[in-house]
């Protein structure tokens, strides 16, 4: 039996510094990134009248909105990253948590947030 699923992605970026702890090499010392940002969010059914899952113009603003808490920012001064390192994994996973509050129940879960430090190092999370 077929399972439909429908996905939208949308991308972004911000453009922050920061300095890995524990690292042992020279990502410990102050250096910043234009990170790249990608979401992907999933439902079964888009809206009869729309044909739309979700809006991509909403999805997008709600992801701008989590990462203005990022944008021009010196990570490790943030709260939540006095303690936990600002590493892709960790940002991934930083903007996973404001997405998945930002959208709540409305038949489109989110997949998967890919954040990347340049085009060949990615990292993902996903709780699904
Ligand atoms: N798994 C992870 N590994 C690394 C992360 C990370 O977030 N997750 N982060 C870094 C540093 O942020 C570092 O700034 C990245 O540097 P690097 O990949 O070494 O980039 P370079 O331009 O210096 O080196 P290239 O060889 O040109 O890619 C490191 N690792
Ligand atoms: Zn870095």
Redesign the pocket.
């Known amino acids: 039996m077929a399972a439909p699923r429908y996905c939208l992605r949308v991308s972004s970026d911000f453009s922050s510094s920061?300095q890995?702890r524990n690292?042992g090499?020279?990502?410990e010392s102050l250096?910043g990134?234009n990170f790249q940002v990608q979401v992907q969010v999933c439902g079964k059914e888009v809206d009869p009248d729309t044909g739309m899952l979700m809006d991509f113009k909403e999805l997008k603003n709600t992801l701008l909105a989590v990462l203005e808490e990022l944008d021009h920012k010196h990570l490790n001064d943030l709260p939540h990253f006095k303690e936990t390192?600002?590493?892709?994994?960790?940002?991934a996973c930083f903007v996973y948590q404001g997405l998945k509050k930002s959208l709540g129940n409305r038949g489109v879960y989110l997949d998967w947030v890919m954040?990347a430090?340049?085009d060949?190092?990615r990292?993902y999370y996903s709780e699904s």
């Open positions: 920061h890995l690292y090499g020279k990502c250096h990134h390192n600002p590493s892709s994994e960790n940002l954040v430090e340049k060949s190092s990292a």
